[in-house]
């Protein structure tokens, strides 16, 4: 009983992670069926510009953090209005292969500034601090600090989404990026606006990661696979699906662990098949 | 007086494709202007091209006197021009009430706020909390038309209205317009029924393959001139 409660805690605490970093995604995919391949990639590249801050410039956590942050926002929102914008059409085909040599330059550059050493973010030891709870189950302070982020966030995102102008116009635009024009919308402003949010959720995605793992510069599309699979699995239908997809991978993962450190990667893209199988729309569907 | 909207030699079309030959179009400040033709003559070209969704000079349209040609759409609605476009055009992942809130978007001042266009159009009140593509094709033809008139437009475009609704319904919508002209909006009227446009409107314009074929007075003008600039050939 208690081995079923840990692996499902755990499960859920590896699942936030895999939400957050599917939650970009699904925000990008939304707004303007962008599918980026570099996903991952820009999440390690933040993991190590969130290093290169704190252990090469020496800044404290806290303001390198709130750094970090900021240059995420604009950097989205650049690579979105003066690269992705230009390949943005009904075809799919041009920006895959932007964001796919994206992803190889991210790889690279990374490789010849840093070498392909993992590297982590320093935290003081707060990766290693935990609570015991009943049971003999464990629970990890950053793993927990990771769900609630990603609870809030999810909130966060469902709110701007359903109640706020910014919201309409996302939606908006996602439904008829022509028509959205005669309203006085930007397609052009709203997509970028998007990516930067986007690249938010990346930076925060980024830190949270870093602290718990070290990460090589190769890693970006292992991560890119979760992310895609969470959003899958949810379903395009809202945030929370996402967040369930993330969940449901975490969960399987766990499972698989438990059985053999072997397993659980591998169980994690066997339950996604199944998924696939059985439910291909995802959990939560778009309705409209 | 300058006129509020006025084309000179407007040309346009979509891609290698030339819809538009020269089209010469005044509307004054209150007027209500038919925009009459057959099915693919370039009214709805017309439209776009004012309303910046196709490309133009910027000294083919004239707006207060100022060249707006080849501005982009999104700032043209903030000048106060708005296109109800043809085939309504909902958002559907929106509601109805968010639908009409999208349409102030560009946050012009104005009387119309949610409050009017209800007032306009009761039923959509009862129905603001439904998704905009669920409700009947009249009542979607009046969010369209809401959502335009909260950008609170000085020149107001309506492109086929009567598009796929039953006559009775078709009247209904009209039966709305003098309402909405009446603080001094001007309006384009697109139309494929001739008669209808020519009861709403005090001047028409007709157009024919790209260009104007007859122009003048809505009340005045005579069926047999209307028909040869109609069609190209006497009826």
């Known amino acids: 009983m208690n081995t079923l409660v840990n692996i499902l805690l755990q499960g859920v605490l590896l699942g936030a992670l895999y939400a957050l970093f599917a939650m970009g995604q699904s925000l990008v995919f939304g707004v303007m069926r962008l599918t980026n391949i570099a996903h991952g990639d820009f999440i390690v590249l933040l993991v190590f510009l969130l290093f290169a801050l704190t252990g090469i410039a020496h800044l404290p956590l806290a303001v390198a953090l709130l750094l970090l942050v900021v240059i995420a926002f604009a950097a989205g929102y650049g690579v979105q209005y003066f690269l992705l914008n230009r390949v943005s059409s009904r075809d799919p085909l041009p920006s895959l292969m932007v964001t796919f040599g994206l992803s190889i330059v991210i790889q690279n550059v990374l490789q010849e500034l840093f070498s392909a050493d993992p590297r982590a973010i320093a935290t003081g030891g707060f990766e290693a601090l935990s609570v015991a709870l009943p049971g003999g189950i464990t629970v990890g302070y950053l793993p927990l600090l990771t769900l609630l982020a990603t609870i809030g966030l999810t909130f966060g995102l469902q709110w701007l989404f359903g109640r706020t102008a910014l919201g309409r116009a996302f939606r908006a635009t996602s439904d008829d990026r022509e028509i959205v024009q005669l309203m006085g919308v930007s397609h052009r402003r709203t997509y970028a606006l998007a990516m930067a949010i986007a690249f938010v959720l990346i930076a925060v995605a980024a830190a949270l990661y870093g602290m718990r793992t070290a990460v090589a510069p190769a890693d970006g599309p292992a991560l890119l696979l979760y992310a895609f699979e969470a959003v899958i699995i949810g379903g395009m239908g809202s945030f929370w699906g996402t967040f369930l997809g993330g969940m449901a991978l975490g969960v399987a993962q766990q499972a698989g662990f438990y059985f053999d450190p072997g397993w659980g990667i591998w169980l994690g893209h066997v339950m996604f098949l199944a998924v696939l199988v059985v439910r291909p729309q995802g959990f939560l569907p778009k309705t409209a | ?235």
């Open chain 2, 1 to 235: 007086m300058t006129p509020l909207l006025q084309t000179k030699q407007l040309t346009g079309g979509y891609g290698d494709f030339q819809a538009l030959f020269g089209i010469d179009v005044t509307v004054g400040a209150g007027e209500v202007v038919a925009l009459i033709g057959a099915n693919g003559a370039g009214k709805s070209t017309f439209l776009k091209s004012v309303a910046g969704l196709l490309r133009a000079a910027p000294s083919q349209i004239l707006y207060k006197g100022a060249p707006i040609g080849g501005l982009p759409a999104e700032r043209i609605v903030g000048q106060g021009i708005a296109l109800v476009p043809e085939g309504r055009r909902l958002f559907p992942s929106l509601s109805v009430e968010e639908n009409l809130r999208l349409g102030a978007y560009c946050g012009r001042p104005g009387r119309w706020d949610l409050d009017a266009v209800f007032g306009l159009f009761p039923v959509l009140r009862e129905r603001r909390h439904h998704p905009a593509t669920a409700l009947s094709g009249g009542q979607q033809q009046m969010v369209a038309i809401g959502r335009a008139l909260m950008s609170n437009p000085e020149l107001l475009m309506c492109d086929e209205l009567s598009l796929g609704l039953a006559p009775v319904i078709v009247r209904e919508i009209y039966a709305a317009l003098p309402a909405i002209v009446a603080g001094g909006m001007s309006a384009i009227i697109v139309e494929q029924d001739v008669r209808l446009a020519r009861q709403v409107s005090s001047r028409f314009y007709c157009v024919q393959e790209g260009r104007v074929s007859l122009a003048g007075e809505s009340a005045s003008a005579s069926d047999e001139a209307i028909a040869q600039a109609y069609f190209g050939v006497a009826a």
